[in-house]
């Protein structure tokens, strides 16, 4: 099988295939702040894959995003994770401050090496740009990197011509990124659940 057919074929998932949940903060249910988001439902897929990793003991990392000011300020309410995910005992947490999850402390990529991972699987917020940039680091590592796009949401966004692109429009243009450039097989909720449990 090649490569290519590798992102094409049904999804197989290892017994040690790591979840990654990013920035999955309170700061990002601040409308006010974002703007109109895509995908109401993105936080209970993101439970149901919490919930298929630790009934099949599989690991989960949590990330959170410290900034400087807005939202997601460290020392703010809003730099806290949602409580469905700080209830999760993490394998391992790691603390960013740019947009990779795998330019955190401690070392994301030193720690999935020292355990021999190999694939993983990017959840969280925004879509299109931490769980994103994430992906494509995975991707340019050599890790199977899986993204489950109605496990995640972003935002509308407005570029520099002053159009504003809606949420869920970005979404769809990560998700084919992503595809067409095999940085990542992309999945939906479901099709992860199914292989965590085969």
């Known amino acids: ?26 700061g990002f249910e601040d409308a006010s702040f974002w703007g109109p988001r895509d995908n109401p439902r993105a936080e209970q897929r993101m439970a149901e894959l919490i919930a298929v990793w630790q009934d099949t003991g599989r690991p989960i990392v949590t990330v959170q995003h410290a900034s400087t000011a807005g939202p997601l300020a460290e020392g703010t309410p809003g730099y806290a994770l949602k409580d469905f995910v700080a209830d999760v005992t993490p394998a391992l947490h790691v603390t960013k401050t740019v947009n990779s999850a795998f330019y955190g402390t401690p070392d994301l990529h030193a720690w999935l090496r020292q355990r ?83």
């Open 116 to 198: 021999g991972a190999r694939q993983v699987v990017v959840t969280g917020i925004i879509t299109n740009v931490c769980c994103e940039t994430t992906t494509r680091m995975a991707g340019n590592l050599g890790y199977d990197a899986i993204f489950p796009t109605d496990a995640m949401h972003s935002f509308d966004m407005t570029g520099p011509d002053g159009t504003t692109v809606p949420a869920a429009e970005l979404a769809r243009a990560t998700a084919t990124t992503l595809h067409a450039n095999r940085f990542a097989k992309v999945v939906t909720t479901r099709d992860v659940t199914r292989a965590a449990t085969a």
């Open 1 to 26: 099988m090649t490569n290519t057919d590798a992102f094409d074929a049904p999804l197989t998932l290892d017994p040690d295939a790591v979840l990654l949940l990013v920035d999955v903060q309170k």
